[in-house]
């Protein structure tokens, strides 16, 4: 009899730890998008954030009989993850790091699918005076000088490795009480800035869907070309995965006209604008 119980016993623990497993998996996605039976990953921040994969993710998952599993990760996180095979593609903007993943053999069909550019927003007062700067470095160089509040991701995300470029290019070591690294995604920690009255460099798109509610802040700084941001899709080479197979036909759907349409016109109705460029605006600026 007791045996029969811890045989019970073993099998509602074997049963619970099924279902456990079962819903981290699907906890591990951020969103679902799509009914189909050919299912793939892909991994990226601000384009599922701010909706643009779903409307895409859509539209591709009714031609194609697909389900997009989005995984939410900043570009660094998201190479990471394409070099580990733990998603099918990615979207990203961190070209010299695509380029290597490439030329080393774990990340494959790299194309140019769209763009937006950083803003430098801050406090109407603009204690660092960026409505004088020249470029962002200059604009890094009179926060530093000031040193006026700046919230930096400090995440290894497309936007952090350009942020730590401009601070290369001022000749600085950001350091200090007025140097807050926030650890976060974009629109926790342009949220971060307005509340607690800093500067931040966020996306265009970002702060397009996001203005009406940062009521502290305003742009003051843009135009340097050095931050429009190119966005990149990359998937797994042909067989590395399950899905590697559909990721590399979405990427060929993204760049089509139907998809690049999907990418100029996302947010117009909202915002009164689109939140991206699409890729033939994009070539100009792909290095």
Avoid: C
């Avoid at 200090?176 to 650890?183: F, H, K, L």
Wanted: glycine share 10%; proline share 2%; no cysteine.
């Amino acid at each position: 009899m007791i045996g029969r119980k811890l045989v019970h016993v073993g099998f509602v623990w074997l049963f619970l730890l099924l279902l456990t497993n079962a819903a981290l998996a699907k906890g591990h996605f951020a969103g679902v998008y799509g009914k189909g039976e050919n299912h793939f990953s892909l991994a990226t921040g601000s384009p599922g954030e701010l909706g643009l994969l779903q409307a895409l993710g859509e539209a591709f998952g009714q031609q194609q009989n697909a389900t997009l599993n989005w995984v939410k990760a900043g570009s660094g996180e998201s190479l990471k993850l394409l070099q580990e095979k733990k998603v099918d593609m990615i979207m990203v903007h961190a070209p010299e790091a695509e380029k290597k993943a490439v030329a080393e053999g774990w990340a494959a069909n790299r194309t140019l699918i769209g763009s937006n550019e950083f803003f430098i927003v801050g406090p109407a007062t603009d204690p660092a005076g960026l409505a004088k700067a020249t470029s962002a470095a200059d604009a890094y160089a009179r926060i530093a000088a000031a040193q006026a509040r700046f919230f930096s991701r400090g995440d290894n995300s497309g936007t952090h490795k350009k942020e730590m470029d401009i601070w290369k290019r001022a000749g600085i070591e950001p350091k200090g009480a007025w140097y807050v690294v926030t650890g976060e995604f974009m629109t926790a920690t342009l949220k971060r800035a307005n509340d607690e009255g800093g500067y931040f460099m966020t996306d265009s798109s970002t702060w397009v869907a996001e203005e009406a509610a940062m009521k502290n802040l305003k742009v003051l700084y843009r135009g340097d070309s050095f931050i429009v941001n190119t966005y990149h899709a990359l998937s797994q080479p042909a067989g590395a995965t399950d899905g590697a197979a559909t990721a590399a036909a979405f990427i060929k759907f993204v760049a089509s006209p139907a998809g690049q349409q999907i990418m100029r016109d996302y947010g117009k109705a909202e915002h009164g604008q689109g939140l991206y460029n699409d890729a033939e605006y994009a070539r100009q600026f792909d290095k």
